[in-house]
């Protein structure tokens, strides 16, 4: 059966282009002015910056214009991603932290909750890249803030697409891509059974946003109208059905060292969800799938709804040099920064006009994530959160992979929300 579908079938297209961020500004007028830092710095000023990852290399020659036209030198330092909380903590407690952080949204509770951040509330008249209006509206500032102020600007964003192998499909007779639930799981459950060791879908089992999308697919909120946590609820049972309904059907891997890449590039798990660091990495693997594979929005279940993830900057409480921090903020922050970021990094801009620039609106590619970034949601910034989502997906886990009774570690599990929103 055809389906009609906003799909793009992609192959190896070319993301590593050289980064020419000299031509968004260097010192020409034009930059500038665009960037909200016209004039050299007074004194010589030394930003540090913690960026998390492998990003380091990649950031030094970003700034590199930045630099040049402002006179402040910029020192990245590269903190990896599992090492985040330990060098939070410890330079909270020493008072020695950094003058602009890099925060993942799912971290970002954890900064705020640990004073970690200035408000950049009202200093923002001399830094047009970084009004609020400039970014999606899942990222507002009342969403990133849910305290109120402004502590942190969006950087980079992502999304999570549909990726499936086409040549694969085809050859089992599925014409185009899933775009509902029931088309989902029964295509699954057609490729799964190609033989054994083959798999339809793939669920990765550390991934605790996948059942949160779920529910919000639902039409269902994981808070209530009150900010409490709340997965009591006929959508969420609706999304643990969804989710623990592949395993049933055996169309997903249930092995916790699955390599969602190798799995994806060899077609044993040749549909599954993620963002466009997965695009990045067949297209560098696998350049002999050029045509073979593609991306879609999400199934749908009441609403094709996905997650906002992606990364902030913020400045550090007490820094000395907020000013110039604020500066090389609303360099990262502009438009033909982000577009020039993203065709050497692959990395997606946060800014809603960095997508009007020919260099992504004409790439099919970023068409669907730019579509499904306007129904896709960040995860709730609170550290009661991150706590209950985990205890979620070590439920569904424990149900899916151990033969726990469903019923009882659903009780368990809404006994643990119980408690975490009574602290």
């Known amino acids: 059966m055809t389906r009609t579908r906003s799909t793009v079938g992609l192959g190896a297209t070319t993301v590593a282009v050289a980064l020419t961020l000299a031509a968004c500004g260097g010192s020409t007028p034009e930059a500038s002015e665009s960037s909200g830092s016209s004039s050299p710095a007074a004194d010589p000023v030394t930003l540090t910056v913690w960026v998390m990852g492998d990003s380091g290399a990649n950031l030094e020659a970003a700034v590199e214009p930045f630099t040049q036209e402002t006179g402040i030198s910029v020192d990245v330092q590269a903190i990896p991603w599992d090492n985040v909380n330990d060098r939070l903590t410890t330079a909270v407690a020493s008072g020695k932290g950094p003058d602009v952080t ?37 990222v507002s500032a009342e969403n990133l803030n849910p305290d109120g102020g402004m502590y942190s600007v969006p950087w980079v964003s992502d999304t999570r697409v549909l990726f499936y192998r086409s040549d694969i499909l085809s050859e089992a007779g599925i014409s185009d891509p899933p775009a509902t639930w029931d088309e989902l799981r029964a295509d699954a459950k057609t490729l799964a059974a190609r033989g054994d060791g083959q798999y339809g879908y793939y669920i990765p089992q550390w991934d605790a946003p996948l059942p949160v999308a779920y529910t919000w697919q639902t039409g269902t909120d994981v808070l209530a109208a009150d900010g409490s946590i709340d997965l009591d609820t006929d959508g969420f049972r609706r999304a643990v059905d969804h989710y623990l309904g592949f395993y049933r059907d055996g169309s997903v891997p249930t092995a916790g060292d699955f390599d969602q890449t190798t799995g994806f590039i060899s077609g044993t798990a040749p549909m599954l969800v993620s963002g466009p660091y997965l695009a990045n990495a067949i297209k560098d693997q696998a350049p002999d799938l050029d045509g073979k594979w593609g991306v879609t929005t999400v199934p749908t279940d009441v609403t094709g709804t996905s997650l906002f993830a ?9 820094s000395p040099n907020v ?13 033909a920064t982000q577009v020039a970021w993203y065709q050497s990094y692959g ?6 006009a960095a997508f009007d ?7 099919p590619l970023v068409a669907v994530y730019a579509e499904q970034l306007q129904d896709s949601k960040p ?25 726990a009774d469903e019923d009882q570690a659903l009780a368990d599990l809404f006994a643990k929300v119980a408690e975490i929103n009574a602290r």
């Open 310 to 318: 992606g990364s902030n900057l913020g400045v550090w409480k007490g």
């Open 379 to 403: 995860l709730p910034i609170s550290t009661a959160w991150a706590e209950a989502n985990q205890a979620m997906l070590d439920t569904l886990n424990a149900i899916a992979l151990t033969g």
């Open 347 to 352: 990395e997606l801009p946060a800014v809603t």
């Open 323 to 335: 000013d110039a921090a604020l500066q090389l903020l609303d360099f990262l922050t502009d438009p």
């Open 357 to 363: 620039d020919p260099a992504l609106a004409d790439d």
């Open 102 to 138: 890099q925060i993942g949204l799912s971290q970002l509770a954890s900064f705020l909750d640990a004073g970690a951040l200035e408000d950049l509330s009202g200093r923002l008249a001399d830094h047009p890249n970084l009004d609020p209006a400039n970014f999606p509206s899942a």
